[in-house]
Every structure is written in structure tokens, then in C-alpha cells.
């Protein structure tokens, strides 16, 4: 008897997962989570929705710029949190690693080298963390239904604050459970 046929693989790069309601809890409850890398051999993904309490200039060896004193960095996830990653983005730069114009990057010396570049179309998010999956953990996870998809935008990722990205993804959906779902209180027992 022949083996059935493989399913290709379909990656998530490029998409916000979201807590679709079933992660409470977790330190995914109502997050918004960018995935960066999806392949075979696992993914990466940097939480949108969390910003923390340490700044830039906290989290940097020696000077940050003028422009981005004072902001605050991302809690990316729950893998090793003292690691750094940033989200880039800027018109002139058609490629990205992520989306176009939108690159994923991990090197401290590359995210001072942008910095100081003076680019005037640079944005940029900057995480303490990440959330990982091993190979094959967030494909079972979206089998389970674990989370809902969202197409990603630079919009999304630089221009919606975090408290409001979340809602603002579920309002969105064709679904009305989902929809509901965004103007739910946080604990169901207060409804």
C-alpha cells in the first residue's frame, strides 16, 4: 500500500497569531505575536502587545541617539529573555526577512548601526525575548485551534499602540464569536 501523500509545508512567516480566547492564563493571553520565522525546523515569534518596563537606554552598551531615548522595549516572549531582537522597517528598504520593508534582526552592533544611519523612515521595535516553537509545535498548536491568523502590515506592527492591536485584530474577523470575543472582559467571571 502506498504512503499517503505529505502536505506540504505552509509557513506562518509573516502573520500575527492571536489569542483566540483559549490562552488564558498563559503569557499569550490576549497577545498579538508576529511570527518572524516559520520553516520546518521551528519557528520564532516576537510578542507585539506587551511593552515593558526597561527602556533602550537601560538594555545598550554605550550611547542610544537622541531619537530613541526613552523607548521602551517589548517583552518578546517567554525564551530567554535577556536575549534582544528588533523589528525594523523602512520605505527605501524593499526587502525584508520578514515582509517587505520589514526585517527581524538579533545583532546589537547592527541595531546601533541603524540608529545612528539617520534614516528618516526608520521605525523600529525593539524585544527582550521571544516566543519559540520547536519543529512541529505551532503547526500542532494551529491544528488544536490554539490560535486564530491575521495578515501583518507595517501599519499594524508600527503605527497601532499594543494595548489596542489585539481588539483591533479580532473586530476585524468575518466570524462574529471573534468579533464578540474582542469586547469581552478579561475574566469571563465579570460579565
Known amino acids: 500500500m502506498p504512503k499517503p501523500a505529505k502536505k506540504p509545508f505552509k509557513t506562518l512567516q509573516g502573520l500575527f497569531l492571536l489569542d483566540g480566547g483559549g490562552l488564558g492564563g498563559s503569557c499569550f493571553h490576549r497577545s498579538v505575536v508576529l511570527v518572524c520565522e516559520h520553516t520546518p525546523e521551528g519557528a520564532l515569534g516576537?510578542?507585539?502587545?506587551?511593552?515593558?518596563?526597561?527602556?533602550?537606554?537601560?538594555?545598550?552598551?554605550g550611547?542610544?541617539?537622541?531619537?530613541?531615548?526613552?523607548?521602551?522595549?517589548?517583552?518578546?516572549?517567554?525564551?530567554?529573555?535577556?536575549?534582544l531582537s528588533y523589528l525594523h522597517g523602512n520605505p527605501g528598504h524593499l526587502l525584508g526577512n520578514v515582509l517587505p520593508q520589514l526585517t527581524v534582526g538579533h545583532q546589537i552592533e547592527e541595531l546601533q548601526e541603524l540608529m545612528n544611519s539617520g534614516s528618516p523612515g526608520l521605525r523600529l521595535k525593539v524585544f527582550s525575548g521571544y516566543a519559540g516553537?520547536?519543529?512541529?509545535?505551532?503547526?500542532?498548536e494551529m491544528r488544536q485551534n490554539s490560535w486564530l491568523t491575521a495578515p501583518a502590515d507595517l501599519q499594524l506592527v508600527f503605527d497601532i499602540p499594543p494595548e489596542d492591536l489585539w481588539q483591533r485584530l479580532l473586530?476585524?474577523?468575518?466570524?462574529?464569536?471573534?468579533?464578540i470575543l474582542a469586547d469581552a472582559p478579561d475574566d469571563i467571571a465579570f460579565n
Open 171 to 179: 473586530r476585524q474577523r468575518t466570524r462574529w464569536q471573534e468579533r
Open 63 to 83: 550611547e542610544v541617539p537622541a531619537p530613541f531615548r526613552g523607548v521602551r522595549l517589548f517583552d518578546g516572549g517567554p525564551v530567554q529573555p535577556t536575549a
Open 46 to 61: 516576537l510578542v507585539l502587545t506587551r511593552p515593558g518596563s526597561l527602556l533602550l537606554e537601560d538594555s545598550l552598551p
Open 133 to 140: 516553537w520547536a519543529p512541529g509545535q505551532l503547526d500542532d
